[in-house]
């Protein structure tokens, strides 16, 4: 038995570094694709949109949008459900709150609104 204890002790680094990265690869993963809408192509406002999203949001609301631990989860139905006015939640990516980041600076306003429409309609 006492072996048995031993060895357990003497993994526990490895053990330690498989849960890290298991947790990691949880924060991973690509953002869904913008589908094929109507007309036969993909709206290109949306494209944009997943472009924003996986260059600047991802980080900490995750690709898929379901959250991490720097940032809430926004995905299915979420961001409509806090924000019913676009405006409200474009208000709060341009000008950042408490540790979410401003993108006023870095996004324009067609590039906030795009980002917000791609969370809402693809998430
Ligand atoms: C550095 C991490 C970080 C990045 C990058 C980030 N966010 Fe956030 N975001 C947060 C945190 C933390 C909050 C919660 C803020 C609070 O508690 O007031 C938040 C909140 C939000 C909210 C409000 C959610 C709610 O339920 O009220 C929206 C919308 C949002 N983020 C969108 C975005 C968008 C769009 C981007 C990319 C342009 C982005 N975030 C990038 C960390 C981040």
Do not use: K, W
Not at 25 to 37: A, D, H
Not at 39 to 64: F, K, N, Q, W
């Amino acid at each position: 038995m006492m072996a048995v204890r031993e060895a357990v002790i003497a993994l526990r680094p490895l053990i330690l570094a498989l849960c890290l990265a298991v947790a990691a690869g949880c924060g991973s993963g690509t953002s869904p694709e913008v589908g094929v809408g109507s007309e036969g192509t993909p709206d290109p406002v949306l494209v944009a949109g997943r472009s924003v999203y996986v260059d600047r949001c991802a980080s900490c609301h995750d690709a898929d949008g379901s959250g991490t631990g720097s940032g809430p989860r926004l995905n299915q139905g979420r961001l409509s459900q806090a924000y019913p006015d676009p405006d409200d939640a474009a208000e709060v990516v341009a000008n950042g709150r408490d540790r979410m980041p401003a993108f006023g600076g870095l996004l324009s306003a067609g590039e906030i609104d795009a980002v917000l429409r791609y969370i809402s309609e693809v998430l």
